[in-house]
């Protein structure tokens, strides 16, 4: 059966709602419960629930139209009619009861298929006023996070329900003076009615490993807006929660050296220019920002932006990581601060992190240029990679560099003696095991990763005829979307052919 949705109204005081995005394409199947539809009132963002199993035929409005409550908003065939006769119908007004002293606040329903909720914290203190729209309370369940707004002013006389609480629906939490949703009166409780919709479904909080990163709803939108990824950044709000305030310190923009606090630590980083396309360029394994003095010098010549780092374990960074996702932590917290839209370059092991770091920003990434990427076929050269991690002598270092091509063995003793004096504190050790065995068998898997970005996003691999450390038939195993590119060099194309590099990376954002 066919059957019109229309904008639903989330709460007593809503009028209208802006569409954020729909979660669902059009033509497929939905369950009951599943998020269809994001949604923006003027107190939070939400997410709406499938009141009942069907199919999106068709939408009706788009991101950033502002619909007005009861209007038309999408086409949908539904398996039973009877599951949303109330989706759009409008709130009932709550019911009062003046010659009661107090009125009961129960666990709302946050969903359709929740069943109860852990009360995260109080917002209110007891004794505490509130106005009409404030948030009272922070709600758990098993997808997300919420923040409750009070329906009306009034004040917050006790508390029934202490954080940590696991609480059915429908059951007290506290006891106020004003109105709620449905009041039971103390004198003759009555269980609360359910509500019609869903009053607040909070986006669910990216993983730090238990799934409770805590932001609150306009930090989410804001982050989203920004392509700051929450999980880069430090809550300074109750409990950790991430706020307005922390989101806005992480997008503020940086220009010229200093260093940047990380997941992983300090890092080093250079960020150069203020107009043009922004070019986050990530060096390889055992390199550090310096491998790209050249290129970004040219890429700002042509009128763009450039930000260069250490990534943690290299360089200038206080910062350590064992493992890819640390990387990409740093890296996410860089890109935070830059103006999007970002096109990525990548250096072998860089690669890898610019893959990753695209999956993670979405939106904010323009495209993604990959040097010699590791990660795409099944060996890698191991003598270069654990022989770096566990180099201690210049001699050591100067050998192995020249397995990277002619420019690699050209580098001055003060340099070299730099760089062992770097591979001498061992610190790279952890990150050559994450990267391959000994053998030289490749732990990073790039083609998944690839395989998941959108079809959109412009992407581009250079391999050198002459690598000695990854195969150019590698390039074989990419998907056939991705442009490749073959030049004559080693594993530094980069240092070997500075002008083609360049140019292929200022075609970064082009299919063409």
Partial sequence: MQLVLTMPRLGETMDEGTILGWLVPTGTAFKRGDAILELETDKTVVEYPALGDGVLDEVMVGPGDRIAVGAPIAQVTVGNAADWADANAPAEAPATET??????????????TMEEGIIGQWLVAEGAAYARGDAILEIETDKTAAEVPALSAGRLLRI???PGARIAVGQPIAEVDGEVEAVAVVATPAPAPEPKAAQVVAKPAPSLGDGRLRATPLARRVARQKGISLQSLTGTGRRGRIERADVDRAGASIVGAGWLDTPAGRIAYEVEGTAGRTYLLIHGFAGDRTAWAA??????RAGHRTAIFDMPGHG???AEAADLAALTDAAATLAA??????VLVGHSLGAAVAVALAARLGAKIAGLVLLTPAGVGPQIGAEFVHGMAGATTLGEVGHLLRLLGP?????????LA??????ARGRLKALAGALASNEGRQRIDLIRALQALPEALPIRAVFGTEDR????????NLPARVAVHFLPTGHMPQWDAPRDVVDLILKGASND
Avoid: C, N, W, Y
């Fill in 160 to 162: 029934l329900a202490q």
């Fill in 295 to 300: 290129t970004a010098s040219a890429l700002r």
């Fill in 99 to 112: 010659a009661q002293p107090f009125a009961i606040l129960t666990m709302p329903r946050l969903g359709e």
């Fill in 407 to 415: 420019k690699g063995g050209a580098l001055s003793d003060a340099v």
């Fill in 469 to 476: 450390i990854v195969a150019p038939t590698d390039a074989l």
């Fill in 418 to 423: 730099q760089m062992a004096g770097q591979m």
């Fill in 316 to 318: 200038d960074s206080a």
């Fill in 337 to 342: 601060h830059l103006p999007g839209p970002l």
